[in-house]
């Protein structure tokens, strides 16, 4: 029983927030409307993969990926650090313990440059050196720091609004209700370029250009003014 009275208590009360909320809205006159800034976020490094192919006589691996990552630093200045991004290993019929590794770092387009200019130099017999991957895709920072841009000219287009819409409409006396973003990101004009083995050396030396890589960043706001409604007040009277 008491049960049951908990339970009517507690309907009739949502049924006046209910009530009191829709004759809240009703007594509020609103203005809603779409906002959109667009930029672009330019990235002036790449995230490159390199495949590695070797094969040692030693048991341990760590030792080979240890050479590997200073043959790589040695051939590129001033790089990020080299990242194993994956690794495996298996005995091959010669008995000889072969890996299969790809590593990554971010690199600048003069590093890029370098890096394609001198891969073939570290290929030899057992060991071998393969561009997979230059990713152009900015850096989740460099997103940010753009959208932080948009969302400030978003502020601004918003009391632009308010003021045109109280300037219009004579004794009103419009407030930001509601504001809320949506992200759209356009197609990079070159995210990627990827490298296959079949690929001649003077393609992949003059593949990327020195110019910054850009994807374009479109933010989307919408955005609801409301001003109380003067026919409300006056029945409330």
């Known amino acids: 029983?008491?049960?049951?009275?908990?339970?009517?208590?507690?309907?009739?009360?949502?049924?006046?927030?209910?009530?009191?909320?829709?004759?809240?809205?009703?007594?509020?006159?609103?203005?809603?409307?779409?906002?959109?800034?667009?930029?672009?976020?330019?990235?002036?490094?790449?995230?490159?993969?390199?495949?590695?192919?070797?094969?040692?006589?030693?048991?341990?691996?760590?030792?080979?990926?240890?050479?590997?990552?200073?043959?790589?630093k040695s051939i590129v200045t001033d790089s990020t650090p080299w990242r194993l991004l994956d690794l495996s290993t298996e005995k091959n019929p010669a008995g000889l313990l072969a890996i299969s590794a790809k590593m990554s770092s971010r690199l600048n387009n003069d590093q890029v440059a370098q890096l394609q200019g001198a891969i073939d130099t570290l290929n030899k017999a057992g060991e071998q050196y393969k561009i997979e991957n230059i990713d152009y895709q900015p850096e989740l920072a460099e997103i940010a720091a753009e959208n932080t841009r948009l969302r400030s000219l978003i502020y601004s287009d918003v009391l632009e609004q308010q003021k045109a819409i109280n300037t219009a409409f004579t004794g009103s006396s419009y407030q930001l209700q509601t504001l809320s973003f949506d992200e759209v990101y356009a197609t990079p004009s070159r995210p990627m370029l990827a490298y296959t083995a079949n690929m001649d050396s003077a393609r992949r030396t003059s593949s990327p250009a020195a110019a910054p890589f850009s994807q374009q960043l479109t933010l989307n706001a919408r955005v609801t003014f409301s001003s109380p409604n003067l026919a409300c007040k006056e029945t409330d009277k």
């Open 1 to 72: 029983m008491n049960t049951l009275k908990l339970s009517l208590v507690a309907f009739a009360c949502a049924s006046v927030f209910a009530t009191s909320y829709a004759e809240d809205q009703s007594c509020q006159n609103q203005i809603s409307m779409q906002l959109q800034e667009e930029g672009w976020v330019t990235s002036k490094t790449a995230l490159v993969t390199v495949n590695i192919q070797a094969a040692t006589s030693k048991d341990s691996s760590s030792k080979l990926i240890a050479q590997v990552t200073n043959k790589l």
